[in-house]
C-alpha cells in the first residue's frame, strides 16, 4: 500500500465520535446514527448537512450490524485518516528543545492495547507516538481509535522502520527508558528520571521480554516491569505505559521545601505561634512607689 494513501477507519462511541467532530470534523465522511438518539448528536448532524455529507438514522440493530457489537453509544461514523509518516530529525530536535516527553511502541498489534497507551498518554501530557511496523498497523483499526475515548484525535503518530537505527541517531537527544520483563531495575518512584539536555523516551514493546533484545544496547536504563504476586500474570504494553509514564512525566519539586512533610511541618508551627499569641498577656507589675 503506498504511504500517501488514506485509511478508512470505522468510528463508535460517543467520545471518540465528539472528539473527532471537534478536532478534524474534515475526516468524516460518512455518519449513521441510532433514530431513537440522534438528537444527542444534533450538531454533527447539522454539520453534516450543512456539507452535503451523507448521514442516516437507523435502530440499534442496524449500528450493530456496522460494527459487529453494541458498544455504539447512538452513532458510528466512517473517517478518512492521513497516512503515518516517519519523524525527521529536525522535529526530534524541535521536541527535544520543547521537553517533549515520547512514548515509543514497538511488537504491539493488539488495537485494545493501541487504545489504552493513547488514553494515558494524552491524560500524562504526551503528545506523540512513535509506533514500530506492527504497531502501526493496529493503530489503524477501529477499536484503536473508538476505544481510546477520543485520545487519538489528540496525539500525533510516526511511523518508525529500523527501531535500532533510529535510536541511535536519537540518543543523544532523549534519554532512552526500555521497558524488560526480565532484568532491569527497580526505579525509585519518588524521584523521576531528569536528564539536562535531554527529555525521557519511554521504549516498551511486546516481545517476550518486553522490547527486542537489539534495542536493549540503545537504552540509557532498563525498567524492570513488576510482577510481585505469586500469581503467573505478565504486563502487557499497555500496562507497562500505563505504569511507568506517570512517573516518568511528574514535575520535580523545584526546592525541598515544596515537599508535603514540610509543609505539614509548617502548618503545625505556624498554629503553634497562633496558640502563643492568643493566649492572654499577664498584667504589668504594679510599680514600687
Known sequence: ???????????????????????????????WFDAARVKDY????????????????????????????????????????????APKLSEVAEWREAGEPVVYVTKTADAHQIAAIARVSVAMGVKRLLLDEESTEAAFASSAWSESDGAMEHLKLHRVTGPGGFLKLIEDKYHILGVVREGGRNPDYTTPVRVPGRAPLLL??????????????????????????AAPVKLNTADCVTHFLPWLTAKTKKNPGEGFRTRQKEAKAAKAVAREQSKPKAAPAPEAE
Not at 49 to 65: I, V
Not at 205 to 229: S, T, Y
Request: include cysteine.
Open 1 to 31: 500500500m503506498s504511504e500517501n494513501t488514506f485509511r478508512e477507519v470505522l468510528l463508535y462511541g460517543a467520545d471518540a465520535a465528539n472528539a473527532c467532530f471537534s478536532v478534524r470534523p474534515q475526516a468524516i465522511r460518512r455518519a
Open 42 to 85: 444534533s450538531e454533527i448532524c447539522k454539520w453534516m448537512a450543512a456539507e452535503k455529507r451523507s448521514y442516516s438514522t437507523g435502530t440499534d440493530a442496524d449500528l450493530r450490524a456496522i460494527i459487529g457489537h453494541s458498544r455504539h453509544d447512538g452513532v458510528v461514523l466512517l473517517t478518512d485518516r492521513p497516512p503515518i509518516g
Open 204 to 229: 516498551v514493546g511486546g516481545g517476550p521480554n518486553g522490547i527486542a533484545p537489539d534495542l536493549i544496547a540503545r537504552c540509557a536504563h532498563l525498567l524492570h516491569a513488576p510482577v510481585r504476586g
